[in-house]
């Protein structure tokens, strides 16, 4: 796998009604200089994401009747639940890209040694 192929899949990747977005901003604030950031790591910055849209009194999820989201209030959501998210959505679709084990998540090593700068820049704009 390469950058050009993670780049590609984000970029023409769907992402309405999708954490993707979220969850590789919130993995590359998270990632350390080997590309691996912890869990507890990601599931922060994933959450500052949602708690900061609901201070600033926007939507932070789509209401829908059935399954509502538990990020609709971010101010009442668990780190268990948070992982439950990101483990059964955005991680499984990416494992191409990104692994998962005990306690940390990874840009995967043949990936992030292609990295630059300017690609975490790009991918970082990409899922703006």
């Known amino acids: ?17 999708s954490y993707k977005a979220v969850m590789v901003l919130a993995l590359l604030d998270a990632v350390d200089q080997h590309g691996k950031a ?16 609901q201070r ?5 999820e789509k209401e829908r009747d059935r399954n509502p989201s538990p ?25 191409e890209f990104i ?4 306690d940390s998540v990874r840009i995967k090593s043949s990936i992030w040694a292609q990295m630059s700068a300017a690609d975490l820049v790009e991918l970082r704009e990409i899922a703006q």
Do not use: C, G
């Open 1 to 17: 796998m390469s950058i050009v192929a993670f780049k590609d899949y984000l970029a023409s990747t769907s992402m309405t009604f």
């Open 38 to 53: 912890s869990q507890s790591a990601l599931i922060a910055r994933f959450h500052a994401f949602y708690l900061d849209r």
């Open 56 to 60: 600033r009194n926007l939507h932070t």
């Open 71 to 95: 990020l609709l209030n971010p101010d009442e959501v668990s780190d268990a639940q948070l992982w439950q998210i990101l483990a059964r959505y955005p991680l499984p679709l990416m494992d």
């Open 99 to 102: 692994t998962v084990d005990d």
